[in-house]
């Protein structure tokens, strides 16, 4: 069974950067994909940024692309999401998610591709 467990989650102002990461142990296949999920305030959990384990394709939200980055540590126990620019509207709870789904790909931003979660971290923007 696998362990994801989000850190980094914290408050800064408008405009500044924060990077969260998300340890991964058990994740025994080299398949699937691993991506990061929020849920603001009122709403639904949805996709922020993904990549397909297969070929390294990335996938970002496009309400983050160009100012967010999903990585990963040389020996793949970690995963990283950097996030530059910060908004209020970025304000949510923050997942970490995994699965080892082949066909991933076809829905990588989507929450129920993915049957293994974190428990979140909170990010929190002030204007």
């Known amino acids: 069974q696998m362990q994801l467990l989000e850190s980094g989650g914290d408050s800064v102002q408008a405009g500044g950067s924060l990077t969260l990461s998300c340890e991964i142990s058990k994740f025994t296949h080299e398949s699937g994909c691993l991506g990061w999920f929020r849920q603001a305030p009122g709403k639904g959990r949805e996709g922020v940024a993904s990549?397909?384990?297969?070929?390294?394709?990335?996938y970002y939200d496009e309400t983050v692309k160009g100012r967010f980055i999903i990585s990963q540590d040389i020996i793949k126990t970690r995963i990283y999401l950097q996030m530059n620019r910060l908004k209020p509207e970025d304000t949510a709870v923050y997942f970490c998610?995994?699965?080892?789904?082949?066909?991933?790909?076809?829905?990588?931003?989507?929450?129920?591709?993915?049957?293994?979660w974190g428990l979140g971290t909170q990010v929190t923007v002030s204007s």
């Open positions: 990549f397909y384990r297969a070929n390294g394709r990335t």
């Open positions: 998610a995994a699965t080892y789904a082949p066909g991933c790909n076809a829905d990588p931003l989507t929450k129920t591709s993915y049957n293994s």
